[in-house]
């Protein structure tokens, strides 16, 4: 029994994740894009993962500069993560938009919740994709709540009741 594309793509909509900008610098080449696929792998040494697809443009420059910086967007940037999602007009994604520098020369998304500034540690193929490990050299932490996604569709969190028993 072979799983489709579409029923698995379907599947993962099911999981709320939050949403990221990475970005990444090599020499004068700036670019960045969308990615929900992240996570914290180790806290010695510190270490988080991101997957990018091998046909984007982000996936050669982090490759190239062996750096990238992973911004968590914020409540009230879902435009943000539009337009670096976007394939339309890709070489334009930074226009307009004042990016502080992170250590490593990756662009710092300004209003990111938290931004966690890396060196690639580790590259590691999957399929259509290519996993990377980055290792952790400066965290800046920003206000606000995460932009979650879920369904296809941006939200946030309510009020939880207590959770205490």
């Not at 894009?33 to 792998?41: E, I, L």
């Not at 500069?65 to 914020?74: D, P």
């Not at 334009?92 to 520098?101: D, N, Q």
Request: charged share 20%.
């Amino acid at each position: 029994m072979s799983v489709s594309a579409e029923a698995f793509k379907g599947a993962m909509a099911r999981w709320a994740s939050g949403v990221t900008i990475v970005t990444a610098r090599a020499g004068d080449e700036v670019h960045g894009m969308t990615a929900s696929d992240f996570c914290g792998v180790s806290l010695d040494p510190l270490l988080v993962l991101v997957c990018a697809s091998k046909s984007s443009e982000t996936h050669g420059v982090i490759a190239r500069g062996r750096c990238f910086c992973v911004n968590i967007l914020a409540q009230g940037q879902q435009a943000l993560s539009n337009r670096f999602a976007s394939k339309r007009e890709e070489h334009r994604r930074f226009e307009g938009l004042e990016c502080a520098t992170a250590k490593t020369g990756a662009p710092l998304i300004p209003g990111a919740c938290a931004s966690f500034d890396c060196a690639l540690e580790a590259a590691h193929d999957a399929g259509d994709h290519e996993i990377y490990v980055g290792r952790v050299l400066d965290i800046v932490v920003g206000e606000g709540e995460p932009l979650l996604y879920h369904r296809g569709a941006y939200g946030r969190f309510s009020e939880a009741a207590d959770p205490s028993p």
